[in-house]
């Protein structure tokens, strides 16, 4: 779990004014701060890259497979095997209610 939020560091789009330099930043918070206060976000998502993948007749699943035969000691034997090659993502998904974004620093509860 945790592999929605950002890893970069740098530039975060939620972060306050930021007015003033700090020296240890060494001046990049200024340049920093005019990015965030030229850019308006929202806290809210509301899509999302989607796990499901299309195979090749059309069909929509997280994985497929494929059973095949295999003879061992003149017993036959069906084993499944795991399908990765001519899948298709389905893409971004658009989300049935908003969700808050994982870098949204605010405390919903507290306890």
Same mark, same amino acid.
């Given at each position: 779990?945790?592999?929605?939020?950002?890893?970069?560091?740098?530039?975060?789009?939620?972060?306050?004014?930021?007015?003033?330099? #700090?020296? =240890?930043?060494?001046?990049? $918070?200024? &340049?920093?701060?005019?990015?965030? @206060?030229?850019?308006?976000?929202?806290?809210?998502?509301?899509?999302?890259?989607?796990?499901?993948?299309?195979?090749?007749?059309? #069909?929509? =699943?997280?994985?497929?497979? $494929?059973? &095949?035969?295999?003879?061992?000691? @003149?017993?036959?034997?069906?084993?499944?095997?795991?399908?990765?090659?001519?899948?298709?993502?389905?893409?971004?998904?658009?989300? #049935?209610?908003?969700?808050?974004?994982?870098?949204?620093?605010?405390?919903?509860?507290?306890?």
């Amino acid at each position: 779990m945790g592999g929605s939020g950002s890893k970069s560091r740098g530039f975060w789009p939620f972060a306050g004014s930021g007015i003033g330099t #700090d020296p =240890a930043n060494g001046g990049n $918070e200024q &340049t920093l701060s005019r990015l965030r @206060g030229s850019r308006s976000c929202t806290p809210f998502v509301f899509t999302r890259r989607s796990s499901l993948y299309y195979d090749e007749d059309g #069909d929509l =699943a997280h994985e497929f497979y $494929e059973e &095949t035969i295999v003879t061992k000691n @003149g017993r036959k034997r069906a084993k499944l095997k795991k399908i990765q090659k001519n899948l298709i993502p389905q893409g971004m998904v658009k989300l #049935d209610h908003p969700r808050i974004h994982v870098d949204f620093p605010v405390v919903l509860c507290e306890v």
